[in-house]
């Protein structure tokens, strides 16, 4: 059985900063390509940050460039992402996403990823 379970959302006020993290069980997540998304009532998911399964490569979403860190360790099976400089616009759900490294669809688009955890609230006040 595939667990993703997100960890460490909450509020914070804005300029401050979060760390989520995402434990994996039930796969080999050394050959998972990782992902966070983020969801806001109302609206579409939005593609925030992903690590490919080599761990060579990151990628990012324009809007947290610069302010968001995604990170992996294998030997824990986790993802982390790391959020500074938070604003009121980065409210949302977050969820981590995991994607069989074979994978063709493109590593921003969600219908890429098998495997969801059942999202973590980050709120951040202004």
């Known amino acids: 059985q595939v667990q993703l379970v997100e960890s460490g959302g909450g509020l914070v006020q804005a300029g401050g900063s979060l760390r989520l993290s995402c434990a994996a069980s039930?796969?080999?997540?050394?050959?998972?390509?990782m992902a966070w998304f983020r969801q806001v009532p109302g609206k579409e998911r939005e593609f925030v940050a992903a690590?490919?399964?080599?761990?060579?490569?990151?990628y990012y979403a324009d809007s947290v460039k610069g302010r968001f860190t995604i990170s992996r360790d294998n030997g824990k099976n986790t993802v982390h992402l790391q959020m500074s400089s938070l604003n009121a616009e980065d409210t949302a759900v977050y969820s981590c996403?995991?994607?069989?490294?074979?994978?063709?669809?493109?590593?921003?688009?969600?219908?890429?990823?098998?495997?969801w955890g059942q999202g973590a609230q980050v709120t951040v006040s202004s």
């Open positions: 690590i490919h399964w080599s761990g060579t490569s990151t």
């Open positions: 039930g796969i080999t997540f050394s050959v998972y390509t």
């Open positions: 996403a995991a994607s069989w490294k074979s994978t063709a669809q493109p590593i921003t688009d969600p219908v890429r990823y098998t495997y």
